[in-house]
């Protein structure tokens, strides 16, 4: 099954993206960080994808945090990983032990794209507001290059751009 890209009415998109440019301050109605944790996946995690693939990424993580395998907050999900403590004595996560991959690859989390990152934003916003799961409960996706473990002991729900998602 796939997704057609054209779901999202622009007009729609275009809204939320004229709404959030007149916030002075992101994070005033967001305290707790949740829309910028969801904004931070969808950017790493698939900001090259269409507004469907970003957008199937964000309802996995919604999706995982409904559930009690998962931590019931947004980024208690994104942020999910082992940890240890550095030299210095800070906890850090352990490289390539994280739920998603960006978090503990080794590299950091610096934002070098200020439009896919607002596109992340606003789409995140979108999401925790509320919107239809195209994904059908998916709570697992991976890239269609590789083959994980899991992979063949769940339901494929749905394949938007190169993202196989599951639940």
Known sequence: MSFDKQFIPLWIVM???ILMSLSQELKSWDENG???CLAEAIYF???NQSDAGRLA?????LNRQEMRE????????VHQAKWKENWKGNMIPVKHQCQF????DGKPEEIEDSK???ESYMLATLLVNGMYDFTHGASHYHNDTVHPYWADHLYKTVTIDNHIFYK
């Not at 991959?101 to 503990?104: A, E, N």
């Open 45 to 47: 995690e698939s900001g």
């Open 57 to 61: 990424v964000g309802h996995v993580i």
């Open 34 to 36: 949740e829309v910028a």
């Open 15 to 17: 809204g939320f993206m």
């Open 116 to 118: 896919t990152w607002n």
């Open 70 to 77: 998962y931590p019931d907050t947004i980024c208690g999900v």
């Open 101 to 104: 991959s960006y978090f503990c």
